[in-house]
């Protein structure tokens, strides 16, 4: 099992991440071709003070490490140096395909739900600073949220689908700490703020505006993207009528290669999204972009949150349900 001694790792520069996430705006007319565009590279990662009491520092339980999401958000913890729980619980029965899956070296159970309870129970005695990370399936966020409210457990839940709602409802009835986000990439949830408050500072400002959405993820991803989802909520704020079923999924390896420009090693790890507006008259278009690819932007966010659930603890914080937005603005970007 992993041991705190090497925990300053957590808010020390240098964390090396492979992959990049870009987000592009683009402004077009019709008589002028200007473009602005901004690169927000996940590689950067600022130093900051310790956030977290290293007595206190929570010990990680992510479910499922079976899953890519869930793998590299575990490899993740256990390289900002906190202690990896190793048991996993999955969304399904007995019938598991593994029984035990590496992690950076670290043994870990998988464990099917109907042995859940038992094993949780075992976890709560050896670990009282337990935080569990959620990347199951998007049938199992709700009954997977109301488990861990049901057993006091503070969670960070990531997993798209489900209801959010009643997973924060779910939380806030137990009194338990949580940070609910179906979009755990720092740079793409200030992409979302953003948005938002631009249809806040101006609503109605595209009305008359036709709006078209694509979004491309690695095909084993079954539902529309949250992302895509929310930004169009602000859009629709801003004068735009345009319903959720209209978003375009691409999951078919052809398009993503040839009409989405994925590279050919991020099929099974990407998340592209672009946005499209144009004028009543076709003259002006607005075209914005945040491309994503492999994990470890999401992965590097989780363990941002859970060391941010794990500070609200330690200071016993009144409100008990988060996002990550609000991660965001009490400057945990490692």
Do not use: W
């Not at 709700?142 to 861990?148: E, I, L, V």
């Not at 720092?186 to 938002?196: H, I």
């Amino acid at each position: 099992m992993q041991t705190l001694n090497h925990y300053p790792s957590t808010i020390q520069r240098g964390i090396q991440r492979q992959n990049a996430c870009r987000a592009t705006v683009l402004l077009r007319g019709k008589h002028s071709r200007c473009k602005a565009a901004t690169t927000l590279d996940a590689a950067a990662a600022t130093a900051s003070k310790p956030v977290v009491d290293v007595s206190l520092a929570p010990h990680v339980m992510v479910n499922s490490c079976t899953g890519r999401m869930g793998h590299s958000a575990a490899e993740a913890v256990v390289r900002a140096g906190l202690t990896l729980v190793p048991f996993t619980l999955t969304g399904y029965s007995a019938g598991v395909a593994v029984s035990n899956i590496g992690v950076a070296g670290i043994p870990v159970e998988v464990v099917g739900k109907e042995r859940r309870q038992d094993i949780m129970n075992r976890i709560r005695e050896q670990h009282p600073r337990l935080i569990v990370v959620d990347y199951t399936t998007p049938n199992c966020v709700n009954d997977n949220a109301q488990f861990y409210a049901d057993n006091g457990v503070p969670f960070v839940m990531g997993t798209t689908g489900g209801d959010p709602q009643k997973v924060a409802a779910a939380a806030e009835a137990a009194g338990v700490y949580a940070v609910v986000s179906p979009q755990m990439g720092k740079q793409v949830v200030a992409f979302q703020a953003m948005m938002q408050l631009m249809a806040d500072s101006f609503p109605g400002v595209f009305s008359g505006y036709s709006l078209s959405v694509v979004e491309s993820h690695q095909r084993n991803k079954a539902d529309t993207s949250g992302t895509a989802k929310a930004v169009v909520q602000s859009f629709n704020k801003m004068g735009l009528d345009f319903k959720e079923n209209q978003i375009r999924k691409i999951r078919d390896r052809v398009t993503q290669l040839e009409a989405m420009a994925v590279p050919e090693d991020a099929l099974d790890g990407h998340a592209f999204h672009t946005y499209t507006l144009r004028s009543p008259d076709q003259s002006v278009e607005f075209v914005f972009k945040h491309n994503v690819t492999g994990r470890s932007i999401y992965a590097e966010g989780t363990v941002d949150a859970v060391l941010f659930l794990a500070k609200k603890m330690q200071e016993g914080a009144q409100q008990k349900v988060y996002n990550m937005i609000d991660v965001l603005r009490e400057g945990f970007l490692r």
